[in-house]
């Protein structure tokens, strides 16, 4: 027997039927999803309503969150009794664009689940931290245990650790160099990329808060390799969210073995951490203490050690991107406004007398302007700028008046709702004031504002270290303006975009801190100088 032409000739059988079964799925499954499909009636780029590659392309490049609100203003005006807000972004998914949507989605009485997408950000199949958690009952679970590490009163005992820092990064801005002072002049530091140095000062205070380890990232060269690895990390969840069957069959092993070696190298990285945490003092008061003594109030359970180390896992990527993140767009957004930077100054050094007074408190709290700024920063540039998706439960849900049925997957674009002009007129200028009732702005244009405002998420999954985050930001930018003044470094060659994609977006790229979106942001500058305020 010709055993050679026999698996020869079975061969091209088996390729002429393939052919075949492609040549016949293939059209089929074109037609079905552009004519009968349950969200067929959606419109939205072509290629978007046939597959999700369409949006793993955006994810790899990093403008999802930019395409997203560009689908919005090109495809949603289409079918006028749809609304222009409501634009289909994959074969199963539709994304909206309205205040009304946002509790309608993500509220606790919504009938939505967390999308199965967010299998992508499993640590290990058994370390399923908050963000992970598909099934509702399981992260409620979840969410009280975790709430209770991040509660008022935790919050307050976490000041000092915070403050440590804070001071540590005013310390490393101040300009070493004062041969200068003798002759009356006051020196300006050299040009510093703000991106990095907010990264390295937000991954220390996350690191000793959960991990209780000092990294001392503005110091030691060598400890910085971590956020690299976070960002790999968080670049393969940004990709995988899409279509998470690209996780649970490690394309990224076959396509992109570094990213995916890297991302395991921070994962045992995480889970050393976490484990040499547990054997540490146990008077310790941090994050990891709270979580470790944390019990279910409906249960009596707490977490078990892979569910610790889940959580601490995310907490530090979380925790650290979303106050980096802030505070940079922040840094950028002042330095380039003037009339923001002079009336900050100046409400933050009328009200301390010393920078030792900035504290939380009264007086923090009354810093209105400041907290309108770095409001606005959130707002121009979120953290997380894309969707965060829900799918609809049994039943359906109706969401701005349109039936979504079971099963299908349903969001809000953050950048995107965050740049609607219905919510926010002018949306890519830097506006503080819109955060503020008086003069031309009304309360019910902050309320409106308010209402759409997504950086942090809202309901049930909203972020669970807002307060936090928060309490992180006012401190750190209040001390810097009161310490030191800014000066903006940048020059024009570096004002235009370097990565192509951004030449798409006309509007973002000359008013806007450049964000790329990997479901947390990665970020460069801005380039600022530093000196001691005349005091």
């Known amino acids: 027997m010709d055993w050679n ?3 020869a000739a079975a061969a091209a059988k088996f390729a002429v039927g393939l052919g075949a079964f492609l040549g016949f799925w293939i059209p089929s499954v074109v037609v079905y999803r552009l004519t009968i499909h349950p969200l067929a009636k959606y419109p939205g780029p072509l290629l978007a309503r046939l597959t999700n590659f369409y949006a793993i392309y955006h994810a790899y490049i990093g ?18 009794d749809f609304g222009r807000e409501c634009v289909r972004y994959g074969p199963n998914k539709v994304i909206f664009n309205t205040n009304t949507a946002i509790p309608e989605i993500y509220s606790r009485t919504a009938n939505v689940q967390k999308s199965t997408a967010y299998r992508a950000f499993e640590t290990s199949p058994t370390a399923h931290d908050t963000q992970s958690t598909v099934n509702k009952a399981a992260h409620a679970r979840k969410r009280r245990v975790i709430g209770q590490a991040f509660s008022d009163s935790a919050i307050r005992s976490f000041e000092d650790h915070v403050l440590h820092h804070v001071k540590t990064f005013v310390s490393h801005l101040t300009p070493a160099d004062t041969s200068t002072e003798k002759q009356g002049e006051r020196p300006w530091s050299s040009s510093t990329n703000m991106a990095k140095l907010c990264s390295y000062v937000s991954f220390d205070l996350m690191a000793e808060l ?11 060269v060598d400890n910085r390799f971590i956020i690299d690895l976070i960002q790999v990390a968080a670049f393969r969840v940004g990709v995988c969210l899409q279509m998470p069957r690209l996780a649970v069959w490690n394309v990224d092993k076959i396509f992109t073995p570094n ?4 991302r395991d190298q921070y994962v045992g990285v995480s889970r050393k951490m976490a484990f040499e945490r547990m054997e540490m003092d146990s008077k310790r008061r941090d994050l990891f203490s709270h979580i470790l003594a944390a019990k279910d109030p409906q249960t009596g359970k707490g977490f078990t050690l892979d569910e610790i180390w889940g959580e601490s896992t995310l907490l530090i990527v979380a925790g650290s991107d979303a106050i980096s993140t802030g505070m940079a767009g922040c840094f950028y957004y002042l330095g380039r406004s003037p009339d923001a930077y002079t009336k900050v100054c100046a409400e933050v050094r009328r009200i301390f007398t010393s920078p030792d007074e900035i504290r939380n408190g009264p007086k923090l709290t009354s810093c209105i302007y400041l907290r309108a700024c770095i409001e606005e920063s959130l707002r121009m540039s979120p953290p997380v700028g894309g969707a965060l998706w829900r799918e609809v439960c049994k039943g359906g849900a109706k969401i701005d008046g349109q039936i979504i049925p079971k099963g299908y997957d349903v969001g809000v674009g953050i950048y995107a709702i965050q740049h609607n002009p219905l919510y926010y007129p002018d949306p890519f200028n830097y506006k503080p004031e819109r955060w503020i009732v008086g003069g031309s702005t009304s309360k019910e244009s902050v309320d409106l504002a308010r209402s759409a405002f997504s950086a942090f998420s809202i309901g049930p999954v909203g972020c669970v270290g807002k307060n936090l985050a928060y309490l992180e930001l006012m401190l750190t930018m209040a001390r810097v303006m009161w310490t030191l003044d800014i000066k903006n470094m940048a020059k024009d060659d570096m004002e235009a975009p370097k990565e192509k994609y951004l030449r798409n977006y006309k509007d973002h790229c000359e008013s806007e801190y450049w964000l790329r979106d990997r479901f947390t942001s990665w970020k460069d500058g801005p380039m600022l100088s530093f000196r001691v305020r005349q005091i």
């Open 259 to 262: 990213v995916r070696k890297l």
């Open 63 to 80: 403008d999802l969150h930019l395409d997203m609100l560009r689908c919005h203003e090109l495809y949603g005006k289409e079918l006028l």
């Open 5 to 7: 032409g026999s698996i």
């Open 210 to 220: 959960v991990f209780g380890k000092a990294f001392h990232m503005l110091d030691l």
